[in-house]
């Protein structure tokens, strides 16, 4: 049963099919409800809602037509109920017999994977990677212990590979799926990146054992043979280039056809830990480094200036994660300071101009806990459209996407957290709308399903498992819990 702040309950199925209704009754006073668990929590409340063109971006792509909300004056407007929304395509009343795009995403985002979880895998080795793939068939998850595991999702999450990774320094630090899904790159903390053939008959893919595991060589000629190691790795759009980003403050290129790198970046003052491509054309490159700085990049004019096409401030300590939303525009960014932050593009300076100084105490993100008196500091300079604030970013490079587009129309922000708990934002208001508590150690990433509402979350306690809506009908399994040793050092 789930319990509301009303003190009403509804049993598990009826509380999620009404649960946007339920909610925006108490939504204005600050309390809902843990979609994920038994007990009673309240979320917090909505900075303010997101006065930004983004918002109505959203709203277009994940509301429904107006035959079908048409508000009625002096009532809070409500979303329209699924009965109302089949009813009125029964009636015709778009004209067309059927639902639009953001008809699908308005029903679909109302459902959030919130029911289980249900195991995918449970190792002893701590869980950095989680990824599906564009078309949701598969999924990948990436292991300290220098494994790899690419499950088929549509024959019951049986594991279609299972790869023993090659020369591993420390983790696996990143994956990255081909958009034809015929190849796996993986990365560690070394300038070599190794592919895997996935479509290859082979299920045990031993690096140079039983499969060849090519190796990519990241290092440029002139770096006096310094040995660096990559943080973040991306496919492009056309699956023809990689883009990394470094320990060496550099982000490189790699040209997947010709076999070699074709460009490097010196692009910050301190370790890239994320970059991706801004969208499908492959100009524009994010960045985001310990320099506490996002960087937007584009390759159209490097060779001219060989500097970034601007810079966004807003973040007081380093970054973790660049999620793009794909449009070459907005992006989100997960930072040390414990904030998730939406970005326009369009909003950008020139340079960093605005000088933080020293910050008044110490604190080290890998062992510490963030100073009480640095969670209400602010940005003299803050570029950002959005700020989320909840979860926990300490002890690894924790991550955050954007909800998918088909399914949510990208209305929603989720993150990992060092608290063990996934938790899910809605990028307009700003309210928490979920919290997914199962894990007992830090949640390092977590992916949602293309089009399904499914999320699989990843944990240092070794523990890969998936939380659906409606489920399949079966209560959640038992898992078990293990004790996993701590380890001094953390990425």
């Not at 099919?17 to 409800?33: C, L």
């Not at 107006?66 to 009532?75: I, T």
């Not at 599906?132 to 594991?159: C, N, P, T």
């Not at 592919?195 to 440029?220: P, Q, Y």
């Amino acid at each position: 049963m789930f319990v509301t702040a009303s003190g009403v309950d509804f049993d598990e199925m009826g509380y999620a099919m009404s649960r946007f209704e339920i909610e925006s009754e108490f939504y204005d006073a600050g309390n809902t409800v843990n979609q994920a668990s038994n007990s009673r929590s309240k979320f917090k409340k909505p900075l303010s809602a997101l006065d930004h063109e983004i918002a109505q971006l959203t709203k277009l792509k994940s509301e429904p037509k107006e035959h079908f909300s048409k508000e009625v004056p002096g009532k809070r407007h409500l979303p329209v109920s699924t009965v109302k929304m089949l009813a009125g395509r029964e009636g015709n009343y778009s004209g067309r017999g059927r639902f639009s795009a953001a008809d699908c995403c308005h029903m679909l985002s109302r459902y959030l994977p919130v029911n289980g979880p249900w195991p995918v895998d449970q190792t002893t080795s701590r869980a950095y990677v989680s990824q599906f793939s564009a078309d949701g068939s598969l999924f990948v998850a990436g292991f300290q212990a220098s494994q790899i595991r690419i499950y088929d999702v549509e024959r019951g999450w049986k594991i279609q590979k299972d790869i023993l990774a090659k020369s591993l320094r420390w983790t696996v630090t990143d994956t990255s799926l081909s958009p034809d899904q015929r190849h796996l790159v993986y990365a560690s903390m070394s300038p070599i990146v190794h592919i895997v053939d996935v479509g290859s008959g082979t299920m045990e893919s031993l690096a140079n054992v039983t499969e060849i595991h090519d190796g990519l060589d990241f290092s440029a000629a002139d770096d006096g043979g310094y040995s660096f190691g990559i943080f973040s790795l991306k496919f492009s759009t056309d699956g023809r280039e990689l883009v990394a980003g470094s320990s060496d403050d550099c982000i490189y290129v790699y040209d997947l056809e010709a076999n070699k790198l074709s460009l490097r970046i010196l692009a910050h003052t301190s370790d890239v830990n994320t970059v991706c491509f801004g969208d499908e054309s492959g100009h524009l490159i994010y960045s985001g480094s310990d320099d506490n700085l996002c960087k937007v990049w584009d390759r159209r004019c490097l060779n001219v200036k060989g500097k970034p096409a601007g810079v966004l401030m807003g973040h007081l300590e380093g970054i973790t994660f660049i999620d793009s939303r794909g449009d070459g525009r907005y992006l989100i960014s997960n930072g040390k300071d414990q904030a998730i932050k939406l970005w326009d593009i369009r909003k950008m300076s020139s340079n960093a101009s605005c000088n933080l100084g020293f910050r008044s105490y110490e604190w080290d993100y890998r062992w510490m806990d963030y100073p009480p008196q640095a969670r209400d500091l602010k940005h003299p300079c803050d570029q950002s459209v959005a700020t989320y604030k909840g979860h926990s970013v300490l002890r690894t490079l924790i991550r955050c996407h954007f909800s998918p587009v088909y399914s949510t129309g990208q209305k929603y922000i989720y993150t990992g957290s060092h608290d063990s708990c996934v938790y899910v934002y809605d990028l307009v208001s700003g309210e928490q709308v979920a919290a997914l508590k199962y894990h007992t150690s830090p949640v390092r990433d977590c992916s949602w399903h293309p089009s399904q509402p499914m999320l699989v979350s990843s944990s240092w306690d070794g523990d890969v498992v998936r939380w659906e809506f409606p489920g399949n009908g079966e209560a959640a399994p038992p898992l078990n819990k293990k004790r996993i040793r701590r380890r001094q050092f953390y990425l």
